[in-house]
């Protein structure tokens, strides 16, 4: 099969086209012809950084691509509930020892994949495995429902448009912090109500919107140092999640207003191949969401094939995308 491998990595790491065997089906996996696969920070990561700085980066020379969409050619021994022919998506694999998704076909544990949504095409399906799967874990462990206020950092970024919608779709009234212009025109469509954080400061925001009480939950999916305005914004006893926490951080704020901090890390389910099938049982009711029309995802205006990897990478790291970057092979 035509696939594209890393010989190397590091900044100027550049995408080779090869021709690799066709991984053979084995017992609990199906052997997916990929269609399309999306473009996510942590893919960037690992081509930047490799082992030495990112251990879960796979052994050179490597595939990468964690999401994907594409149609099951063969199931393995054991599979039940997918047929050669049926159209799915996922994310799986691209990190440690499994092969990612850039090449013409990816072999996928069943557990980590789902049909995909009837109402999408291939290339949007795509775009949301990784980031619909963390949006959606942070918002259920914090304990979202109906009538709450939530605001959502990033609100047009990969995870916050997704988590915008999903907290929409569970009855909350949303609130999104975008840089302006175009940011805060998506954001509306999805309902919310935009934030500039660049003219309105957290205190304002959190007076002007809560009366001063302060969000029920916070959807951090800036995190870093922008924790500590989600601390801020957050009510007391409220939940701040987020998938960015790799920090030091003083958490003082956090403790007086006795906060719950949620740290999302989607990949945990493929890297320690644990509860795999809740990301499957997750993407199944994603697809449900997304054909009810309560769930769209946000595509980057550009297009690329297999051969032009390397340009998709650089256009999401030159942060001029808007929306997914989306790879159809």
């Known amino acids: 099969m035509k696939a594209m491998i890393l010989n190397e990595y590091g900044e100027n790491a550049t995408f080779t086209e090869t021709e690799l065997p066709q991984p053979s089906v084995k017992a609990g996996h199906v052997l997916v012809r990929v269609a399309a696969t999306s473009v996510n920070t942590v893919d960037t990561m690992i081509r930047q950084m490799g082992q030495e700085n990112l251990p879960i980066s796979p052994d050179l020379p490597a595939v990468l691509?964690?999401?994907?969409?594409?149609?099951?050619?063969?199931?393995?021994?054991?599979?039940?509930?997918?047929?050669p022919g049926?159209?799915?998506?996922?994310?799986?694999?691209?990190?440690?020892?499994?092969?990612?998704?850039?090449?013409e076909y990816i072999l996928a544990d069943s557990?980590?994949?789902?049909?995909?949504?009837?109402?999408?095409?291939?290339?949007?399906?795509a775009a949301l495995p990784l980031v619909a799967i963390t949006a959606f874990e942070g918002l259920q462990r914090a304990n979202i429902h109906a009538g709450q206020k939530v605001l959502v950092h990033g609100g047009a970024g990969g995870v916050g448009h997704v988590a915008v919608q999903l907290a929409k779709h569970s009855g909350a009234e949303v609130y999104a912090t975008v840089s302006g212009g175009e940011q805060a025109g998506i954001v509306e469509g999805y309902g919310a109500i935009v934030i500039n954080y660049k003219t309105e400061t957290v205190s304002d925001y959190v007076n002007k919107h809560t009366g001063g009480a302060g969000f029920d939950i916070v959807y951090d999916s800036v995190g870093g140092a922008n924790l500590t305005n989600s601390f801020e914004a957050a009510a007391l006893n409220g939940h701040v999640a987020t998938t960015v926490s790799m920090v030091e951080l003083d958490l003082t704020a956090a403790?007086?207003?006795?906060?719950?901090?949620?740290?999302?890390?989607?990949?945990?389910?493929?890297?320690h191949d644990y509860k795999r099938e809740e990301h499957g049982a997750i993407l199944?009711?994603?697809?449900?969401?997304?054909d009810?029309?309560?769930l769209t995802p946000l595509l980057?205006?550009?297009?690329?094939?297999?051969?032009?990897?390397?340009?998709a990478y650089d256009r999401l790291t030159s942060g001029q995308a808007i929306g997914k970057v989306v790879v159809e092979i």
Do not use: N, W
Request: charged content about 20%; some cysteine; hydrophobic content about 45%.
């Open 65 to 83: 691509g964690m999401d994907f969409a594409g149609i099951v050619e063969a199931v393995g021994e054991g599979v039940t509930g997918f047929a």
């Open 86 to 103: 049926d159209e799915i998506y996922g994310c799986a694999g691209g990190l440690m020892d499994l092969q990612g998704a850039l090449g």
């Open 111 to 125: 557990k980590l994949i789902a049909h995909k949504p009837k109402s999408l095409s291939m290339r949007e399906a």
């Open 255 to 271: 403790h007086f207003k006795g906060l719950s901090l949620h740290v999302v890390f989607m990949l945990i389910p493929m890297i």
């Open 284 to 290: 199944t009711e994603l697809a449900g969401i997304v």
């Open 292 to 294: 009810s029309g309560k």
């Open 300 to 311: 980057d205006e550009k297009t690329f094939g297999l051969a032009d990897v390397g340009q």
